[in-house]
């Protein structure tokens, strides 16, 4: 099961209190305080893996809870901190404070790691209060509580090229046939209600990462149809590719459609790497308008079915898929 968005409690551990207690050795009558500081509370931290790629996990167990910090000891011991809960998301994951929304953190690259709940200090023992008047003191301070907070997790998938269109372009089909996913077929519209993502193998330990978008129709910026719930996940792709069915009525009509769409939503989709496929031409020979060749993408004349021009789609997706990288590369180095 995909799941892109969920919702879970954090609690950081409390702080040990501090400790009473004096000195008592031998020949010694008097000794001094000798009450040790609490330990601090564990913290919450989240860190991405590259290893993962759904929050299904997580959304399953509601809670994460640091361990307490432990009390000051005697003889001036400092309590253990209590041990840091570290939760493991999909590289990709954002995290936002539930209440306000606001975001808390970006965990893009694999290893990074964000605190999100802070441990509470551990409090001060007596011997922290010792002064040259107050030789006896009785008094500590506990252990202050950790940060508590509700979070959301937000992962945005990371994939190379994302299929769009409208419902029954062909998205799946494409997607069952050039990688090892297997989302639904069918000829009805709305089959794809959730992302699914497919590994395209290129040979030689090569490959991308292609992801097939619930299909859009007009009004899906406003929440039409699937609405543009699944939209956001595009943000983060690199090149978009345009998925025509050839053998309906106005290609290019479907195509402006899907572009204005996206528009709507963010302007700056538009600004990624295009391809558009009209796919389908098994079932007759296309004319490719003249309106497409103005767009100054790549156009593919594909089937799904036969298997027709998907190498060439391919070949483009991957290359793009490799520039982009290489710019990331060359930002990030
Ligand atoms: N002849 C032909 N039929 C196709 C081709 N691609 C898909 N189909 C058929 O079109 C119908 C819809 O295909 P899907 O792959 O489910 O389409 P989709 O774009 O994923 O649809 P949604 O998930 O609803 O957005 C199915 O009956 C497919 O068999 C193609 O290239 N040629
Ligand atoms: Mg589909």
């Known amino acids: 099961m995909f799941i892109d968005e969920t919702q879970i409690e954090i609690a950081a551990g409390k ?4 400790m009473v207690s004096f ?11 000798s009450g040790g500081n609490g330990g601090r509370g564990g913290h919450v931290i989240l ?3 590259k290893d993962l790629h759904t929050l299904y996990d997580i959304g399953q167990r509601r809670i994460f809870k640091a361990e307490d910090g432990q009390k000051g000891g005697t003889s001036d011991c400092t309590g253990r901190n209590g041990p840091d809960e570290i939760l493991l998301v999909p590289a990709g994951t954002l995290i936002k404070n539930a209440e306000t929304g606001e975001l808390l953190a970006d965990l893009k690259a694999d290893g990074q790691k964000a605190i999100l709940a802070e441990g509470g200090k551990g409090g001060l023992g007596n011997a922290a209060f010792a002064n040259s008047i107050r030789q006896t003191p009785r008094m500590t301070t506990p252990g202050k509580p950790g940060d508590q907070r509700k979070i959301t997790l937000e992962l945005k998938l990371l994939a190379d090229c994302a299929l769009i269109g409208f419902p029954n372009a062909g998205k799946s089909s494409l997607l069952r046939r050039v990688s090892a996913a297997t989302p639904k077929v069918a000829d009805y519209p709305f089959t794809t209600l959730k992302p699914v993502l497919g590994v395209v193998g290129m040979g030689l330990g090569r490959s991308f990462v292609l992801v097939d978008i619930p299909g859009l129709i007009e009004g899906a910026a406003e929440g039409k149809g699937l609405g543009h719930r699944f939209l956001r996940h595009i943000e983060r792709t690199g090149c978009l590719a345009f998925v025509i069915d050839s053998s309906g009525e106005n290609p290019y009509k479907q195509y402006q459609v899907i572009r204005a769409e996206l528009e709507k939503f963010h302007p700056l989709l538009l600004e990624k790497p ?32 036969t298997g027709q021009g998907l190498e060439e789609f391919k070949k483009a997706a991957y290359a793009i898929a490799r520039q982009q990288k290489d710019n990331v590369d060359r930002w990030e180095s």
């Open 15 to 18: 702080g040990g209190d501090g």
């Open 47 to 49: 860190k991405a893996s």
């Open 23 to 33: 000195r008592r050795e031998k020949y010694v009558p008097r000794g001094g305080p």
């Open 274 to 305: 295009k391809l558009i496929l009209l796919n389908k031409v098994d079932l007759g020979e296309i004319k490719v308008s003249v309106k497409f060749k103005k767009e100054k993408c790549q156009i593919f004349q594909t089937s799904s079915i």
